[in-house]
């Protein structure tokens, strides 16, 4: 269990929007990293977007998910491997219900480790309707065997929007 969660660093998007969320030179001094991220896109014509992250600016395919999601409606799961991102979840796009935005907790075991880095996730999006609602659990790899000192996050298709947020936090189980 965590003794201690130490905020390592935010980022708001401001008007006019962002494409990208990164946190640099994240030190090596934690056990483990824990990043909340609350965020929309401006994706027009559908309903939402995917979250994308990547690692120390890695875009090669050497990542891997499985995904367990459901919203009102369905259920479903899925996996990929070599890819070029971790996917982690969706988030309401211009499409959804006016100023909500996705909850997504990310959990990185090891960060600093000379081992491969895995990935938890859980998310969930409201858009007031019952078949665009999600809440999605993931587990994703990154091949990397380096300490993780940046970590990117993406809109799949189009930008975050003004007032996107994300928390980096370090843990320290000494």
Do not use: C
């Not at 969660?5 to 990208?20: D, N, P």
């Not at 030179?25 to 939402?48: C, K, N, W």
């Not at 960060?111 to 859980?122: E, P």
């Amino acid at each position: 269990m965590a003794n201690t969660y130490q905020l390592i660093s935010s980022v708001t998007v401001g008007s006019g929007g962002a494409a990208s969320i990164s946190f640099t030179s994240i030190p090596a001094t934690y056990t483990d990293l824990v990043v909340l991220v609350s965020a929309r896109s401006a994706r027009t014509i559908e309903p939402r977007d995917e979250l994308h992250i990547r690692f120390n600016s890695d875009s090669g395919n050497n990542y891997s998910n499985r995904i367990l999601q459901g919203n009102g409606t369905n259920t479903g799961s899925g996996s990929t491997s070599t890819t070029d991102y971790i996917k982690k979840g969706t988030m309401p796009a211009a499409g959804a219900t006016a100023n909500t935005f996705s909850n997504n907790l990310i959990y990185i075991p090891n960060y600093a480790g000379s081992t491969t880095k895995a990935v938890s996730r859980d998310e969930v999006t409201e858009t007031n309707s019952t078949t665009l609602n999600y809440i999605e659990l993931s587990a994703g790899r990154w091949t990397g065997t380096v300490a993780i000192t940046t970590i990117t996050f993406t809109p799949e298709v189009s930008t975050f929007v003004e007032y996107s947020t994300a928390y980096l936090y370090g843990i320290s189980n000494a």
